[in-house]
């Protein structure tokens, strides 16, 4: 039975999201994932299924880039049964010559599986909706 | 009787209300307002109630205006039987000539209401904290 | 028992501490921690313990500082028992001379505990991520 307990642990998977990406820690994060679960990026890089893909990914994307701080918000979660799906804001900020900036702002369309090992990403498609054009 | 479900039913609603605005969808917006629902601007605005007139409201008031991304946090919900009263901050972010910038900075007062239909806003008073004196 | 109306509650806990500090309110904002609850601030600030002191902290600290507004985020609250742990978000946004600029950006590690009058920090890790080496 659903209830708001996996509300709970599905927000705190949302969170640690963005805490295992800022710590560059790809393994920890593509564990955030379901044994198929995928990633989407829209036209620039596609769809990429599966914890060690999903690693091998963040790795090399985020290996050479600054450090990072993404902030979320507006979490809109529905669960059913074993499945749920959220809608979430993000903001990516970096620091640049003139202080902190935000570089990119989009949201979150989110497929979620309930596993043995907890609430695990089926499914997230990254939207990027500022700048527009990205 | 009130439970977690209905914090979490009311958190949705919150994040909806940004949604809706940054997809300039008058009418789904104003949905989230019970009948005799009232959004308060402040000085600049007054107050707007029932969905016709926010509807009408938020169509002409964004119809112009460049792309948005609103971001929601710190949000502070109170459920007692068939209402509640939340707080929560606001940021709206537009893209400018060097990047995005956060254009406004607020909080929300909001009294919601139990319907049929699921949780609505009775009131939403908007507050610009910064800039000062907007 | 712990139930998510727990999380709920330190939802709140978490939201009021902004609000208060924004709103230059010392006496409620060091309410919040329980009576040797402890702000821990890095090598800068050190660990300041009990609302007497943290309430002198926080009335000196932002006494002459511009305006300010926190936003809070990603979230991850474990609730054990009649304590619980949280990792979350902050940033802090003031006025500049070309609009709202984002001065600090971090996480909280917080330790919080059950006491009669509710949830309150029993010890909160403020950690600066962006810019680095602040």
Do not use: C
Request: proline fraction near 7%; avoid cysteine.
């Amino acid at each position: 039975m659903p209830g708001p307990e996996d509300a709970e642990q599905i927000r705190k998977l949302l969170a640690e999201y963005g805490r295992l990406l800022d710590a560059r820690d790809p393994h920890g994060w593509a564990a955030l994932f379901g044994d198929d679960g995928e990633w989407v990026g829209g036209t620039r890089y596609g769809a990429i299924a599966g914890p060690a893909a999903l690693a091998r990914f963040v790795a090399e994307e985020f290996g050479a880039t600054p450090p990072s701080v993404h902030i979320f918000g507006n979490m809109a979660i529905d669960v059913v049964g074993d499945t749920a799906t959220a809608w979430s804001r993000w903001m990516l900020l970096e620091e640049g010559p003139d202080g902190l900036r935000i570089v990119l702002a989009g949201h979150y369309d989110d497929s979620l599986r309930r596993t043995p090992a907890g609430w695990r990403f089926a499914r997230r498609e990254v939207r990027v909706d500022l700048p527009q054009g990205v």
